[in-house]
């Protein structure tokens, strides 16, 4: 008994105890918690310490299904001789960037603006204590390689900097300063309002990727909110070059591996242009932009496959990501062999598989799939896409498919952020709404889910950000769980015409007003920090630019002429800084496109708008609104009065297709 108490104690003492972010919800915070780096998360307290100890601050933001941000962990986090370096000289604080959305926002802004760079993550930062920006960057190696320096080199050169050189620390902020100043520089635009659907077409153009879709070279985003832009643009106009840039697009990618094509869901990004090779988190986001989009997309161009990619996604989505009608946030790039491996598949594994089970066309079907013997990704294995030299699917595809299926059930599923978070839940449940277009059934789940979410995060009056699925909500909201709660409250309120999901709406809508608007000029937050509102929205939509749709939207419903004008001011006092960069702020440019164009209110009984859901879907016509009225007849109304009344819907829509 005394030997293995002495054994105990020893255990105790050499074991890595935990730092300061033990105590957090954050699944990506408690990655780092037994990290030998004195992390601490984002407080006033750890802010304060930096200051009375006149200590540098090292910012590290990322999330936990970031393949980098495993990589920094592994290299540097978890190495005792660089986490010396840390604690000596350094306050460490670790941000996630889904639970502080604003905090990551405002540093990815500030890189944007120092280094001209693609944003991305980690972002790591030295800080001085009162917060000022010395060095940015993305991940950072442990010792020096691709040409810049490590940690080993960059942190003591950093210290010695600090603490013996204050007059070139004083330059390089000034410098800084400098820069962000001059960059913020908003200059008149004079690009008129008939004008602003071509230019953004045009920029588009220039960024469109004719040999494969898509827009920009190297690694290629989704973009929903750009293609939902050019969507708008083409029903508007008939401009066939925004509905062709989105049709070759979202083909592509239907065929191509960044979509999930054994399982369903869409990955993160393609790392090239090709639209093969995935970065394989899955994040809701995407899941939640790309259903609607793709809904949207079948009503044009009507191809079983996209009713296919929409309902499988919303399936696996609920397998990997659903939680009692909710969603956790996403699941990891990474398995315990290596990046993308729970994903991928080596030529003999597939082959072998295929003759077992007496597939006769089983080469055919391998070329078909890009399954190789060199590969197409990392290590000879290959990521399955649709091979676009075939005319039509070969025989025994969905046989082939369901074997691929089977192979991956015997390996483990990549790690899952079990976050709940406000916003992009009201996304995904938004998009069950859209996708009832194809199954009634999701009319009911999205309700549902929609109950559950304000059941969790909307406590006592007061909304919070999100919560970990077994713990209860801490983290008070921040302006894209308002706005995104809103749409979806509207969304429901137009599927069911439930008039309580409006009513709520509207209080939310008010409370976003007073909380994140101060001084003429929108915020993240309602913290001191302040960060404020961006117009980008390349992950995914920028919750600045949705508000103004959620305004529209209420005024419109609610015929509040005052909401209105008042909307409408909010968008003359930003258009210059939305057209400074259009094609980077393509909600905002939608709204900027509904305020010229203006909303259709179909007015109707509660039973004939339920009965025409599809038919508003259909219309060619991107921003029309459904209200009940106490009549049998239906009407179609702009913002100031009512221009066509007829007994049959189908006479309506001649109406509102001639405006």
């Given amino acids: 008994m005394k030997l293995l108490t002495i054994l105990l104690t020893c ?63 592994e290299e540097s986090f978890q190495n005792k001789e660089i986490a010396k370096l840390l604690n000596k000289d350094f306050i460490s604080i670790k941000v996630d960037k889904e639970q502080m959305p604003h905090i990551d926002a405002h540093f990815q802004n500030l890189f944007l603006l120092l280094k001209n760079e693609r944003k991305g993550w980690p972002l790591s930062v030295i800080l001085t204590p ?64 008939s004008e602003i659907a071509n230019n953004y077409v045009a920029l588009m153009k220039k960024r469109y990727d004719k040999i494969y879709g898509g827009f920009d070279r190297n690694s290629k985003f989704t973009l929903a909110t750009h293609m939902q832009t050019l969507l708008d643009i083409y029903l508007l106009e008939d401009n066939k070059e925004a509905l062709n840039m989105v049709k070759f697009t979202l083909e592509s990618m239907s065929k191509g591996g960044v979509y999930d094509q054994v399982e369903g869901g869409f990955y993160r990004y393609s790392s090239y242009s090709d639209w093969i090779t995935p970065h394989f988190e899955k994040m809701l986001y995407n899941q939640a932009e790309l259903i609607p989009l793709y809904v949207k997309f079948y ?149 549902e889910s929609m109950r559950k979410l304000l059941d969790k995060v909307y406590v006592k009056g007061v909304l919070y950000h999100g919560f970990y699925y077994d713990k209860k909500a801490v983290d008070k909201a921040v302006l894209e769980d308002y706005v995104f709660l809103i749409d979806l409250l509207q969304t429901a ?38 960060s404020k509102a961006l117009y980008g929205d390349k992950y995914y939509v920028s919750a600045l630019s949705r508000l103004y749709h959620t305004l529209f939207t209420q005024a419109n419903l ?28 393509s909600e905002a440019v939608r709204a900027l496109l509904r305020s010229n164009a203006g909303d259709v209110i179909v007015k109707s009984n509660k039973k004939n708008l339920v009965k025409i859901q599809k038919d508003i879907l259909q219309l060619k016509y991107p921003f029309v609104l459904q209200s009940t009225q106490n009549t049998d007849k239906y009407l179609a109304c702009d913002e100031k009065t009512c221009f066509a009344i007829d007994k049959e819907f189908k006479n309506i829509v001649k109406y509102i297709e001639k405006r």
Avoid at 330 to 359: L, P
Avoid at 512 to 526: A, E, P, R
Avoid at 567 to 580: A, N, P
């Fill in 299 to 447: 009503i044009l161009s009507p191809k079983a496959r996209y009713k296919a990619i929409v309902l499988d996604t919303i399936e696996e989505t609920k397998k990997r990501l659903g939680y009692e009608g909710l969603f956790f946030s996403a699941s990891d790039a990474d398995s315990k062999k290596g990046e993308g491996r729970y994903f991928v598949y080596s030529f003999e594994e597939v082959k072998s598989a295929f003759q077992k089970e007496n597939i006769s066309n089983y080469e055919e079907l391998m070329e078909y799939f890009d399954i190789t013997e060199i590969g197409n990704f990392e290590e000879e294995l290959s990521n399955v896409h649709l091979n676009t030299g075939f005319e039509k699917a070969p025989q025994n595809t969905q046989k082939a498919l369901n074997i691929l299926r089977k192979i991956r059930k015997t390996r483990e599923f990549p790690f899952v952020d079990k976050k709940i978070l406000t916003g992009w839940n009201s996304l995904m449940i938004k998009s069950l709404f859209i996708a009832s277009y194809f199954d009634k059934k999701l009319l009911i789940e999205a309700e």
């Fill in 130 to 193: 009162n917060q000022k920006i010395l060095y940015i960057t993305k991940y950072i190696p442990s010792f020096d390689k691709y040409g810049v320096d490590g940690m080993t080199t960059l942190l003591p050169k950093m210290a010695k900097l600090y603490n013996n050189d204050k007059v070139q620390v004083i330059k390089i902020l000034e410098a800084n300063k400098k820069i962000i100043e001059n960059k913020n520089v908003i200059k008149k635009n004079t690009i008129h309002k």
């Fill in 493 to 530: 309120y137009m599927y069911t015409q439930n008039r309580a999901y409006l009513t709520l709406a509207g209080y939310l809508q008010k409370e976003t007003l007073d909380k994140f608007y101060v001084n003429k000029k929108f915020y993240l937050d309602d913290t001191n920090f302040k």
């Fill in 558 to 585: 609610t015929y509040d002429l005052k909401l209105l004008a008042q909307t409408r001011g909010f968008l003359e006092d930003e258009r210059d800084r939305i057209l400074k960069s259009p094609d980077k702020a």
């Fill in 11 to 73: 255990t105790l003492l050499f074991s890595s105890s935990p730092n300061a972010l033990i105590n957090s919800q954050s699944p990506y915070l408690l990655q780092h918690a037994y990290n030998p780096v004195y992390w601490y998360p984002w407080t006033e307290e750890a802010l304060q310490k930096a200051k009375d100890e006149d200590k540098l601050i090292f910012l590290s933001i990322g999330y936990s299904t970031c393949h980098w941000c495993h990589v920094m962990e």
